[in-house]
């Protein structure tokens, strides 16, 4: 069974910066596929956060998270990262590594995503 495996998070004071970053237990799922990271508040619906198509060349966020984060893959590396700064306390969530092959799902969570992580959570205190 193939698994997502992140890494990144912790604890962080509001304005800070953590990078997450995502790599498939058997790298012969991340080429072709679109890579997206979702994130999960206690009491709210998991929610789309930023997507990357499968060469790098096209990317979208979040409206809550434009300007802050920034998503980027390395395919030699088999590994996408999620750099996210000037955090919030409103940031604070479970994050998830997502992959799909079709990188249009890759924007909500109840579509068809091949692959999820196992989730990393990121704290935001004020």
């Known amino acids: 069974q193939v698994q997502l495996v992140e890494s990144g998070g912790g604890l962080v004071q509001a304005g800070g910066s953590l990078r997450l970053s995502c790599t498939p237990s058997?790298?012969?799922?991340?080429?072709?596929?679109?890579m997206g990271w979702f994130r999960q508040a206690p009491g709210k619906e998991r929610e789309f956060v930023a997507r990357?198509?499968?060469?790098?060349?096209?990317?979208s966020y979040a409206d809550s998270v434009k300007g802050r984060f920034t998503i980027s893959r390395d395919n030699a590396q088999k590994t996408v990262h999620l750099q996210m700064n000037s955090l919030k306390p409103e940031d604070t969530a479970v994050y998830y590594c997502?992959?799909?092959?079709?990188?249009?799902?890759?924007?909500?969570?109840?579509?068809?995503?091949?692959?999820w992580g196992q989730g990393t959570q990121v704290t935001v205190f004020s």
């Open positions: 997502a992959a799909a092959q079709r990188y249009g799902n890759l924007v909500d969570a109840r579509k068809d995503i091949d692959y």
């Open positions: 990357i198509n499968w060469t790098g060349g096209s990317t």
């Open positions: 058997e790298g012969t799922i991340f080429n072709n596929y679109g």
